[in-house]
């Protein structure tokens, strides 16, 4: 393999990459067996059918189209190694001679790691932290949730009372034209809660089903509406349905339903869980500010737009995903924030630069401190991981795959280099 390189503006840079044909034919065997395996020739069974069959029945040049991306692959990986070259993620792929009996050649357009220009000295970093504390009314808050989820809902034929669920149609208007967005058919409503119109619970009590009522509510000045923010709004309500809330006691009896043996652990129980939660949060929160300090007193060289770009795609595709799993389609989310997706992008941008400028300043630390992570530490994660995707094969083989293993190294790293650097900022009690 022959490697020449370009450097190109803003830190980026272009291998020009050469295979000799002799260096290929592992791959070239291997994409021939694979084409054997996906199509079979008469008289061969899958995969045993010999390159020469293979050539004669498809043509090479299919050989080593199906070999080029492991080629490519293997060969930039090779390239960057070789060179001792810092790249940060995927290179652009351009191939430009593939031509059966000939060298392959392909230019791979990367971007260079920048340099951390000064690094800031985590010991003179000042972070404010508090100790975790739990009240009682927040394990009482708990185990009304619990409660909730255990509660039985029974059909009442009487008026609505302060304790009930109801399911209404719902039409809010303002100035007599219909709000957008304003129609709730079926909706449900817990007149034990406050709901997000002050006043509206107190209308619907006393209510029967099948009843209609009008009347107009002021909306909150903080409204997150700001047309709607202070103003009266029309509404037309009819109940349909009440249910009366039938809650379990919160007792001994009420603990052994949910595997405990009396209330007291129940509650000795939630206030763990609570400390352990606020104690997650709390860390989280100091490494977020030690990093985000550190960046502010750190210089770096020129950040491509490459890499800026890439993360702002990685934090989008990041943004759909949660969206997606809160069930809304994401056209209906960009409508709901009254941004287009390259709005979106546009905004991510400047957390997209803090957040390259973080993953630069941390593999710095680990690179000035000769922080390492052994082949034990990485297979001990793996082995937990396909523990924890017992069900999932698909995810236990990326799992096992050179690539992921080589983020979970990384990622390790990363989590020795800050707490490294949790230990040596100074944390102040508030």
Known sequence: ??????????????????????????????????????????????????????????GEAAIYETALPELVRHNYVQAVKDNDLSTYGDPEINVTKLAPGNPIEFTATVALIPEVIQLAEANKIKIKTSEPIVEDKEIAGTLKELQRMQTKEVRASREAQANDKVIVDMDMSRDNVPLDGGQAHGHGIYLDEDYYVPGLREKIIGMKEGETNEFSLKFPKDHYQKTLAGKDVQFKLTVKEIYELQHPEIDDEFAKTLGQESLIKMKELLHSNIMKDKTLKESQKIEA???????????????????????????FHELKHSVAERGLEFEDYLKSIKKTADELRLEMAQQAVQRVKTALLVREYGLREKIEVSDAEVLAEVEKMINDSSDDAKAQETIRSEEYQDYIKTALRNRKVIELLKERVNLVKN
């Open 1 to 58: 393999m022959n490697c020449i390189i370009k450097k190109l503006p803003q830190s980026q840079i272009e291998l020009t990459i050469t295979i000799e044909v002799s260096e290929a034919q592992t791959a070239l065997q291997n994409a021939a067996i694979k084409i054997s395996k996906e199509r079979p020739i008469d008289g061969f069974r899958p995969g045993k059918a010999s390159y020469e069959a293979i050539k004669s029945h498809f």
């Open 289 to 315: 500010e030690i990093l985000e300090k550190l960046v502010e007193k750190s210089r770096f060289g020129e950040i491509p737009e490459s890499m800026i770009n890439q993360e702002v795609n990685r934090m």
